[in-house]
């Protein structure tokens, strides 16, 4: 687990340091913090995000997203759940529709670990957003994790991301 927590945060750091050097075509980058939270078999988990996006056009983003999300354990129908942490790292699209609203397409993997378990899974994250301000959005998206490996199976959630951008 520790060595998927280590490349995962080495990815992440070494992807926001290439995509954060100067770019000379006139495009810019946004960076933003988001404060995470979805809903999952009967669970809450929190956590945070970083992203940054890459001006394509006035209506299109690329975005390279790094964060975590913890599950605390938890009870449900009488079975007890162990306390899981998701580190996914996705890339995606982000496309405006109008000057408030966008919709929101990652992919990318998802680092998952539990009680001395740990593996991986591919992961897809459709959602839709809205900027309230030319600072603060909001993202509402439905988090799926697909084929962990070693009978993990599945898992999908609804999730917000409230994000701050600088």
């Known amino acids: 687990m520790k060595k ?11 992807t926001f340091g290439a995509v954060a050097q ?7 980058l946004k960076f933003s913090v ?12 929190i956590g945070g995000s970083a992203q940054v996006d890459y001006d394509v056009s006035e209506e299109l983003d690329l975005t390279l997203n790094g964060g975590v999300l913890i599950y605390p ?5 009488g079975f007890k759940l162990p306390s899981i942490t998701y580190i996914p790292v996705l890339v995606g699209t982000k496309y405006a529709f ?8 990652q ?14 899974g ?6 839709v957003g809205y900027k309230f301000t030319e600072n603060l ?5 439905y988090i799926i994790v697909s084929g962990g490996g070693n009978g993990y199976g599945s898992s999908g959630g609804l999730g917000v991301r409230v994000a701050y951008t600088f």
């Open 137 to 141: 959005d909001v993202l509402v998206k």
């Open 107 to 120: 992919l990318g993997l998802t680092f998952i670990s539990t009680s001395g378990y740990s593996t991986s």
């Open 98 to 105: 109008s000057e408030k609203v966008y919709g929101s397409a």
């Open 73 to 77: 354990g938890t009870t449900v129908s």
């Open 34 to 45: 988001g404060l995470e939270s979805a809903y999952s078999g009967g669970s809450l988990g």
């Open 122 to 127: 591919f992961t897809s994250v459709p959602g």
């Open 4 to 14: 998927e927590l280590l490349s995962a945060a080495l990815l992440v750091a070494l």
């Open 22 to 28: 100067k770019i000379d075509d006139g495009k810019s």
